[in-house]
């Protein structure tokens, strides 16, 4: 299998269309990683629509859009968040697997899973996938490979996954890097995803146009973005996150226990 996708990084040529698509003020980051995401709606929020139209219509702007109201992080390792938290750019962070989230029913407006599906077996996926619908209420936002898995064998057939050696940190990364399911974007439009950018009206849509379907269909490898509208009715309050059934170096740890790593690798001891 051939693919652009470099190891342990989700791609940053992604970020642009990413942020282009957020849709309101609160968003969760789900797979926040090292914590790219929340880094950049912290301090590019002009970069999003609304950040935006806040610079674009100054004088007529809400005051109150002019940064984001929560921007949440989860993650199901204690060696991101750590990382993610020294740069101070999640209002919360908590230990989590994407599909059994602790959020209450419409938390965020905008739910960003970025480069995560890929590595949780398909019925996890399908499931961490209806998590997202529940806890969003305008729009998700995910990437995945556009060859997670290898067309013959479907299993993840990358090189570096192969090595042997008895070094239980290589054997927790290596785990972690797996890819173990993928989705087609035939699939994702079944799911009520567009996948590739919006086409809007006007006399750039057939550029727009050919862009997206390029983008989407064009040569293997890279990353597949889509984007599912949800635009539910506004709620008077939103909830909290439920007390954690435990916490771990200071963050809410909301792992269920089969999903939590058996080994704790050495850059998450020290």
């Not at 968040?81 to 938390?107: G, K």
């Not at 995560?116 to 969003?136: C, G, M, N, S, T």
């Not at 173990?180 to 974007?185: E, L």
Request: glycine residues 8%.
């Amino acid at each position: 299998m051939k693919t652009s996708l470099l190891v342990g990084q989700s791609p940053l040529g992604m970020i642009p269309r990413v942020l282009d698509e957020i849709e309101g003020s609160r968003i969760l980051d789900v797979g926040c990683g090292v914590g790219v995401y929340g880094f950049m709606l912290r301090h590019r929020w002009q970069d999003t629509p609304i950040g935006f139209r806040q610079v674009r219509e100054y004088d007529r702007r809400d005051p109150r859009l002019d940064e984001p109201e929560l921007i949440s992080g989860c993650d199901l390792t204690v060696h991101n968040l750590r990382r993610t938290a020294h740069h101070r750019s999640y209002d919360e962070l908590v230990l989590a697997s994407a599909d059994a989230l602790p959020y209450p029913d419409d938390y965020v407006d905008t739910l960003l899973c970025i480069e995560v599906l890929e590595h949780l077996d398909k019925p996890a996926a399908l499931r961490a996938l209806r998590e997202f619908e529940r806890i969003a209420r305008k729009r998700i936002v995910i990437t995945v490979p556009r060859e997670s898995l290898d067309p013959h064998t479907g299993h993840d057939e990358r090189a570096f996954l192969r090595l042997e050696t008895p070094d239980p940190d290589v054997q927790a990364w290596t785990f972690a890097e797996t890819h173990r399911s993928a989705f087609t974007p035939a699939e994702l439009r079944s799911l009520g995803f567009r996948c590739g950018r919006k086409v809007e009206p006007g006399p750039r849509a057939p550029l727009q146009l050919a862009m997206a379907l390029w983008q989407t269909y064009g040569p293997p490898g890279g990353q597949l973005l889509a984007v599912k509208d949800l635009d539910k009715p506004e709620r008077q309050s939103r909830g909290a996150l439920p007390p954690p059934p435990a916490t771990t170096e200071g963050f809410p740890d909301y792992r269920p226990a089969e999903r939590r790593p058996a080994h704790t690798p050495a850059a998450e001891v020290g």
